[in-house]
């Protein structure tokens, strides 16, 4: 059998957010999800390192893809390959994490349902038919992780490493994945850190924005699938 698959969801989301990816790739491997939930990245990694297999696939968004990479910078050696969506490598901007702050505020005085609408509001998502759908799921998501979860989680993004030297000496193989309406990690961020990384490649979906693999889940499963069966992509 091919080696495990460890989903690491992103910022206030359950195994649900890579539903329709575990049911198609975990018919012939084994698949794990790690749902993120310390104050930050190192933590987290730490954490994911200390239960982790050797072989193994990554799969992380957002968050997870932070978390995911500090676990390559940690045991390179037990990574296979690397799967990120809408990741993005450098620490947070101040005003990024300055405007992350306010909605932090907003989670303590009861408006967690405000603070995530700002989070992933409905224009970072692509237009079509699903995108209210695809919305319901990320709120009910986030509402049963609850505010405990999402002030730790706010602060990991905030105290995020710089993992260009990750990338930079990395050389598994990676695929990034991103969604060209992503208003939240943009398009260049991505770009950026696919350029820093010798073996990797870029896939951009023109139907999706932060939240591919609910927004347009058949691209991005085959996509991975892709990926898994022939890895050693150079650019």
């Given at each position: 059998?091919a080696?495990p698959?460890l989903?690491?969801?992103?910022l ?6 890579f ?6 790739l975990?018919?012939g ?9 310390d104050?930050?990245v ?13 072989d ?13 990479l ?7 050696e037990?990574?296979?390959?690397l ?14 994490a300055?405007?992350r702050?306010a909605?932090?505020?907003a ?11 700002e989070?992933?509001?409905e224009?970072?998502l692509?237009?079509?038919?699903d995108?209210?759908?695809?919305l ?13 979860v ?10 995020r490493?710089?993992?260009?030297k ?11 994945i991103a969604?060209a309406?992503d ?12 350029d820093?990384?010798?073996?990797s ?10 939240l ?10 085959g996509?991975?699938s ?6 050693m992509?150079?650019?």
């Open positions: 059998m080696g698959i989903f690491l969801p992103g206030m989301q359950d195994a649900r957010a539903l329709p990816q575990i049911v198609a975990g018919q491997r084994m698949v794990q999800v790690f749902v993120c939930d104050d930050t190192e933590k987290l990694s730490a954490q994911v390192v200390y239960g982790m297999q050797t193994v696939t990554l799969i992380g968004h957002g968050l997870g893809g932070n978390v995911a500090d676990v390559l910078r940690r045991a390179p037990r990574v296979a390959r799967i990120l969506l809408a990741t993005d490598p450098l620490p947070e901007p101040p005003q990024v300055a405007d702050e909605r932090m505020v989670a303590r005085a009861g408006r967690l349902k405000h603070a995530i609408a989070d992933v509001p224009a970072a692509a237009e079509g038919p995108r209210a759908q695809v319901l799921l990320q709120r009910d998501m986030a509402f049963g992780l609850g505010e405990g999402y002030l730790r989680q706010c602060k990991a993004l905030q105290r490493p710089d993992q260009q990750v990338l930079r000496t990395a050389a598994t193989p990676t695929l990034f969604g309406h208003r939240v990690v943009p398009l260049r961020r991505q770009e950026f850190a696919r820093l990384m010798p073996k490649v870029l896939k951009v979906l023109p139907d999706a924005g932060h591919p693999m609910l927004e347009d889940p058949e691209a991005v499963t996509a991975i892709a990926f898994l069966n022939d890895p992509i150079l650019r």
